[in-house]
């Protein structure tokens, strides 16, 4: 049976995602930018129409294809995954990878605004969107749990240990 928190977090992460830039794409125009924290963090209006990163691998097909199968995959695990944290992980990763998915079936490119740069040092990241954001998140959310459950792990078999040798 689905589990409830993957299903909520890829439908909030889906909406979200899809708003934002539905807002995005209409009160800024290509190419401008609205600041949004000095020079630090802007939205800009910016379209991708290759890969992770703006890397190009393939014709267009091949995008929507390896994001299809990614969701799938994802549904599959999310579906089997032990509890709600990685449910709700699954599921924000699901919900990042269907808005981009939509993005790229309806315009053909990804729409990306998040413009994030620290001119002080030098650096300035990729512009992109609340979906990447959740999938980024969703992974975040499952290396947490590997931790803690090794955390966990190791120190359920340290007490073992001890009541052992007592």
Same mark, same amino acid.
């Given at each position: 049976?689905?589990?409830?928190?993957?299903?909520?977090?890829?439908?909030?992460?889906?909406?979200?995602?899809?708003?934002?830039?539905?807002?995005?794409?209409?009160?800024?125009?290509?190419?401008?930018?609205?600041?949004?924290?000095?020079?630090?963090?802007?939205?800009?209006?910016?379209?991708?129409?290759?890969?992770?990163?703006?890397?190009?691998?393939?014709?267009?097909?091949?995008?929507?294809?390896?994001?299809?199968?990614?969701?799938?995959?994802?549904?599959?695990? !999310?579906? /089997?995954?032990?509890?709600?944290? $990685? %449910?709700?992980? =699954?599921?924000? *990763?699901?919900?990042?990878?269907?808005?981009?998915?939509?993005?790229?079936?309806?315009?053909?490119?990804?729409?990306?605004?998040?413009?994030?740069?620290?001119?002080?040092? !030098?650096? /300035?990241?990729?512009?992109?969107? $609340? %979906?990447?954001? =959740?999938?980024? *998140?969703?992974?975040?959310?499952?290396?947490?749990?590997?931790?803690?459950?090794?955390?966990?792990?190791?120190?359920?078999?340290?007490?073992?240990?001890?009541?052992?040798?007592?």
């Amino acid at each position: 049976m689905l589990r409830r928190p993957f299903v909520w977090a890829a439908i909030a992460a889906l909406f979200l995602d899809q708003m934002s830039k539905l807002l995005v794409y209409g009160l800024i125009e290509r190419g401008e930018s609205v600041r949004i924290v000095g020079d630090i963090l802007r939205f800009s209006h910016s379209e991708n129409p290759h890969g992770v990163f703006g890397l190009p691998f393939g014709p267009p097909v091949v995008y929507v294809v390896v994001q299809s199968l990614v969701a799938a995959l994802v549904v599959g695990l !999310g579906i /089997r995954a032990k509890g709600s944290w $990685l %449910a709700c992980a =699954f599921g924000m *990763i699901l919900g990042g990878a269907l808005g981009n998915l939509a993005d790229r079936i309806r315009l053909g490119r990804v729409i990306d605004f998040i413009d994030f740069e620290l001119r002080a040092v !030098g650096f /300035r990241w990729y512009t992109f969107n $609340l %979906a990447d954001t =959740f999938v980024v *998140i969703g992974i975040l959310m499952m290396l947490g749990h590997e931790i803690y459950s090794q955390v966990r792990h190791r120190r359920q078999r340290h007490l073992k240990l001890k009541e052992e040798i007592w």
